[in-house]
Each structure stands twice: as C-alpha cells, then as structure tokens.
C-alpha cells in the first residue's frame, strides 16, 4: 500500500524542471454562441517534468536510485518548486506576517498552514501541507509570537498553540513559512537511453502534485 516519504527530491534537478499549475475546467458552448465555464475541483493541481533538471549521468544515476526507492507510483515525496515554495514575494525571507491563517476566538488552537493568490476578484487559497523545518514564524494581531507559543506539524501544515497561548478572541493569525510541495511520480517507467542522453536528449521524469 501506497504511503509518504518525508524525503526531498534531489533539489538541484528540481531546480531545473518544467511545468506549474492546472486546473480543470469545462466550457460548453451554448446555441447562442455564449459560453458556460466550470470547474470540476477546488484546487489546482501541479505538474512537473524532472527531466529538464537532469544534466548529468550523475544527477540521472540519483533520480533513478530515489524512483526505485520510492517503487515507481507507489510512494509519494516532497518536492522543492522554483517558482513558488515561500509564503512572501520571491526572493524574499518569509515573515510572520505574510499570509493570514485564521481569526482568533479566545478558545481555537489550530490553524492550517495555506497561501492565497489575488486579491479582489477572486483570492485562492491554496492549503500548505509541508511547510520546510525551521522556517515557520507567527504573529498574533501583527506582534510576532515566539517559537515556545506555537508547534508547527511539518507532515500536516498544521499550527498548534500552546494551552496558554490561545489567539484572543478577533486576533488576527498571520504566518510566514517556507514550503514543499507532496507529489509523486506518474510513470512506474523510467525509459534511460544513454546514447541519446549523450547527444543533448533527456528522459521525461513526470512528477505530479497529491494530497497526502
């Protein structure tokens, strides 16, 4: 049976991969010419090909070994996106004050972990379920709380406050966090030719997001 690794994919052939996000969206056409658009899921789903990042028969060799390791479909893993893996701007340290989590009520002690895209017409928020160790701050009404108040569940995304550290009730819950994405393979075939891959050609690697 099918589980998760808490294992990063060999980061510097992630670097160096190609996809992003997609979404599922059905268009009818109707008689008059007009269309009806609608989506058949919440969130967005997340594509990669690893291939692109793999430059050596040394980088090949480790991807390889982590696919085996992993049993092909089989396992899923943590995966580093260039693009997008921080709660703030790019190229910008994360700070507790980046994304809004939740609203105190004075009793409530739990709070996930997520990152919203726009802002007026129509803000997504996309849950965060693998936040990176060591980079999670909070805030609690903009004053930063210290790393004794809170627990962050790294496997889940979650944020726990102490017993006595309790949000007040209204209190504004803010998060920064750097983050990986849970993906897995989606091939249980890696097909290598090396004297292609010799002449400039490279393996296609997919990888696709899942919710662990």
Not at 102 to 107: E, N
Not at 161 to 184: M, Q
Not at 185 to 199: G, H, I, K, P, Y
């Amino acid at each position: 049976m099918g589980g998760f690794h808490e294992v990063l994919f060999p980061i510097e052939v992630a670097l160096g991969a190609s996809g992003g996000p997609e979404r599922v969206t059905q268009v009818v056409t109707t008689a008059t010419g007009r269309e009806e658009r609608n989506t058949r899921q919440a969130d967005s789903r997340r594509r990669w090909d690893a291939g692109y990042g793999v430059r050596t028969l040394a980088a090949l060799s480790q991807v390889v070994a982590f696919f085996e390791e992993r049993r092909g479909r089989l396992h899923g893993f943590r995966w580093r996106d260039r693009l997008d893996h921080s709660s703030g701007p790019p190229g910008c340290a994360p700070t507790p004050l980046d994304q809004r989590i939740g609203t105190g009520t004075g009793v409530r002690r739990d709070f996930a972990l997520s990152k919203t895209y726009g802002l007026l017409h129509a803000p997504y928020a996309r849950p965060i379920a693998k936040p990176v160790a060591g980079s999670v701050r909070v805030a609690v009404d903009g004053m930063e709380a210290p790393p004794a108040a809170f627990a962050a569940d790294l496997a889940s995304g979650l944020i726990t406050f102490a017993a006595d550290a309790a949000p007040a009730d209204g209190a504004a819950v803010t998060a920064g966090f750097l983050f990986d994405v849970p993906v897995r393979f989606d091939t249980d075939f890696l097909e290598v030719n090396l004297s292609a891959f010799a002449a400039g050609d490279i393996p296609r690697i997919p990888v696709i997001e899942i919710r662990p």
